[in-house]
């Protein structure tokens, strides 16, 4: 007797895992409440420990004194799915039997029945940054409560925060990959693999309230749909959420108050937002957050173009004592994103659940850092010199960028994508929405 062990819940739509006809098959499994996948084995036997199929084994009989070449199933208490094969050696006939085997075990369970739904979630960021705390305590927090009240499932979090499982330049890998399940996300760590992604950082000085930026990244999201396929066409992966963050301003280990006493500066920026200060003469340094405060601790750079929320949560004010309220404008360029696998394999009520809250997670990400950037403001003017910047100084710094997003344009154009109608779709959205460019850029 050959047997096959199945891992999973009977009626989950699990896929066969080839065997290759020379002894036992690695299984694969996933955390995701009952594990899932076949797995073939000779001469073992295992049940199923949980999901819907609890109880259930499936075996493969095949003596070799039995001409027959017959398939069966069968219940029993617990159900025990035998099927019988003349030749237990040759690979194909087995895998056959074991499709078999799963999809008798599919009819027999019940369609509806509950299940530990165990997803990995993860971030480059800390929580203390608003997006990542929104994913832990929101999106996290929320989803579970709603799947748990309105379906029979529970959902069980891990949790990667702060670099734990994926780095912020990891994580759309680490997703497409599926280190993890769900992951959050800076686009501006991706510029080769999602250069559109990051358009209203090429059309810097937009819109300063990150409700005014979502609503514009709504609008563009909705006439390309470029912009979402990709996700899955490329990446094995589903968009779920747009991230805003809040307003971007200049925190600086020094006091300025025009263009001129920032040339020759080493300011740091991650991705495109390097160009806002590369085309203003100021030198650009790509860096990242978790290495923010010791960077500038020890003068690697002097300045960083970050939201106020930052430079409170993360202590920047502690090495930059000066921050310059310049509005270089919110920036709705982080995701939320969900491995494909991992997405087909949840019940479908879960899915629409999973898509309600997200959306709704997207709203509050907005909310909470609307709310918060006025706060944070204050609570910096109480720590350090915080300044405003006269709007000719805005006007100039913007003029003085109006080579670059009509380029980088025609260069992504060049390569087939939309970045022209990205462009100009941003730049109306964000009049439509209410906000007056201190410079218009000229997109052909």
């Not at 950082?201 to 990244?217: E, H, W």
């Not at 405060?293 to 750079?301: D, G, I, K, L, N």
């Not at 106020?308 to 920036?331: C, D, R």
């Amino acid at each position: 007797m050959a047997t096959i062990l199945l891992r999973g819940s009977a009626g989950c739509g699990s896929k066969p895992l080839h065997g290759s006809g020379r002894g036992p098959s690695k299984g694969r499994s996933t955390e995701h409440g009952a594990t899932r996948g076949f797995v073939w084995r000779r001469n073992a036997l295992a049940s199923i420990s949980n999901g819907p199929g609890a109880g259930l084994r499936a075996t493969v009989d095949t003596p070799a004194e039995s001409g027959s070449n017959s398939l069966s199933a069968t219940r029993t208490n617990p159900a025990t799915i035998t099927v019988s094969k003349e030749d237990v050696m040759k690979p194909l006939r087995i895998v056959a039997a074991l499709a078999a085997a799963g999809a008798a075990l599919a009819l027999l369970a019940p369609a509806s029945s509950a299940e530990t739904i165990r997803l990995r979630i993860a971030s480059g960021h800390p929580p203390a940054v608003v997006y990542a705390g929104q994913m832990r305590d929101y999106f996290q927090t929320e989803l579970k409560k709603r799947v748990e009240a309105k379906t029979k499932h529970k959902i069980e979090w891990v949790e990667g925060y702060g670099g734990s499982i994926v780095k912020v330049a990891e994580t759309l890998g680490g997703v497409r990959d599926g280190i993890v399940d769900i992951g959050g996300f800076c686009f501006c760590f991706e510029p080769a693999n999602l250069p559109m992604h990051a358009f209203q950082v090429m059309l810097p000085f937009g819109p300063n309230d990150p409700i005014d930026s979502l609503r514009v990244a709504q609008d563009v999201y909705a006439k390309v749909p470029y912009l979402t396929k990709v996700f899955e066409e490329k990446f094995n992966q589903k968009l779920l959420a747009r991230i805003t963050d809040s307003a971007y301003n200049l925190g600086t280990n020094f006091e300025w108050k025009s263009l001129t006493e920032l040339k020759g500066r080493k300011v740091a920026g991650a991705g495109l937002n390097l160009n806002w200060l590369k085309y203003a003469g100021v030198t650009p340094v790509q860096s990242s957050l978790p290495e923010a405060y010791t960077s500038m601790q020890t003068r690697v750079y002097d300045g960083w173009i970050m939201f106020p929320s930052a430079w409170v949560n993360l202590k920047l004010h502690e090495v930059g004592p000066f921050y310059t309220l310049i509005g270089f404008g919110t920036i709705t360029w982080h995701g939320l994103t969900i491995n494909m696998n991992t997405w087909k394999r949840l019940p479908k009520e879960v899915q629409a659940i999973m898509l309600e809250t997200a959306k709704d997670f997207e709203e509050q990400v907005g909310k909470v850092n609307r709310a918060r950037y006025q706060k944070d403001i204050e609570t910096l003017r109480g720590l350090i010199k915080v300044n405003a910047i006269d709007d000719k100084v805005r006007a100039d710094w913007a003029r003085a960028l109006r080579e670059w997003p009509p380029a980088y344009a025609k260069e992504l154009d060049g390569k087939g994508l939309p970045a022209s109608q990205i462009l100009k779709l941003t730049l109306d959205a964000a009049e439509k929405h209410g906000h007056k460019w201190p410079y218009r850029y000229e997109i052909k």
